[in-house]
């Protein structure tokens, strides 16, 4: 399956697209990006992922190299470029080049890149009979230190979570904070059911405000569910009746275990409604976006 690099607006063969080794991206991790999924051909929630990125540049005092429009005609011509019916899509901003200094000043010719791939999916039996997490050693970045809410390049607090999740034969790694409060996955947001209410930490807890969460949150509710941002303790997190993890690939994940803690044999009635709810939402949102492909 083709995929298709934009660089700086110009679409090229991912060999060819290349960036300086001075590139502050590569350097520090000092850059911005998202990941976006199509369905029906139709990037998912465009707007609300540009205005992260948007979001996570300012929050590092990063200028982006161009508009946000500029960006959007961008992912929907990377996508088309690869002809692939469905895309995995990334875009990364950096803050440039230039001398090396971890000086923020002196960098110059801010790259953008939007990569478009097929879209890898995870298996069915992902979603029929969950999955197993684990609470990783590997604390969440504090707030005051590089805040999560800011989806930056820098992301070696997720991989080394991620890496002993997996060491483990895990699924995904849940993190704490330095308070041993539940924050989020390596690259998800988690949920807790108790009872008919969805509880997930809130903002404050330093976590990724998740465009996939806040779409659950809003069908969820729309739906009769209520649904709660509350502090979450590890205990409170093993008692809940359902747990599921959210991400713009992998949807909404149902997790049968914790360690070596049992959630429920198989994927919850909560967690049923709620895919059933935003599998609705998607149809719409795909009807009201829909472009046809250019010929
Ligand atoms: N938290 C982290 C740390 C992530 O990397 C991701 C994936 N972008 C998420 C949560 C889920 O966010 P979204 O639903 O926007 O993909």
Same mark, same amino acid.
């Given at each position: 399956m083709p995929s298709a690099v934009m660089l700086n607006g110009t679409l090229c063969a991912p060999e060819q697209a290349t960036i300086s080794v001075l590139d502050r991206g590569f350097l520090y991790g000092d850059s911005v990006y998202e990941v976006i999924r199509t369905y029906g051909g139709v990037p998912f929630e465009l707007g609300r992922h540009l205005q992260r990125l948007d979001e996570s540049a300012r929050r590092i005092g990063m200028a982006l190299p161009c508009d946000v429009a500029t960006i959007e005609a961008e992912v929907w011509g990377a996508h088309e470029a690869t002809r692939n019916p469905e895309s995995y899509l990334r875009v990364v901003c950096t803050r440039g080049s230039g001398e090396i200094s971890l000086d923020p000043a002196v960098a110059r010719d801010p790259q953008r890149i939007v990569i478009a791939q097929a879209l890898n999916a995870p298996p069915q039996v992902v979603y029929e009979e969950g999955v197993r997490v684990a609470l990783v050693g590997v604390r969440r970045n504090l707030k005051a230190a590089i805040d999560p809410q800011a989806k930056t390049g820098n992301y070696l607090n997720?991989? #080394?979570?991620?890496?002993? @999740?997996?060491?483990?034969? *895990?699924?995904?790694?849940?993190?704490?904070?330095?308070?041993? #409060?539940?924050?989020?996955? @390596?690259?998800?947001?988690? *949920?807790?059911?108790f009872g008919s209410t969805l509880v997930t930490p809130p903002l404050e807890a330093g976590i990724l405000k998740g465009v996939t969460r806040t779409v659950v949150t809003e069908v969820a509710s729309q739906g009769g569910l209520q649904v709660l941002n509350l502090p979450l303790t590890e205990s409170a997190l093993l008692s809940a009746d359902e747990v599921f993890i959210t991400s713009s690939i992998r949807e909404i994940v149902p997790v049968v275990a914790i360690g070596e803690t049992e959630i429920g044999r198989e994927p919850g009635p909560i967690y049923r409604e709620v895919r059933r709810l935003f599998g609705a939402y998607v149809k719409t949102y795909i009807a009201n976006h829909y472009v046809a492909p250019r010929p």
């Open positions: 997720s991989v #080394l979570a991620f890496g002993e @999740a997996r060491r483990g034969g *895990f699924y995904e790694a849940i993190m704490l904070d330095h308070r041993d #409060l539940v924050t989020e996955g @390596a690259s998800s947001n988690v *949920f807790a059911v």
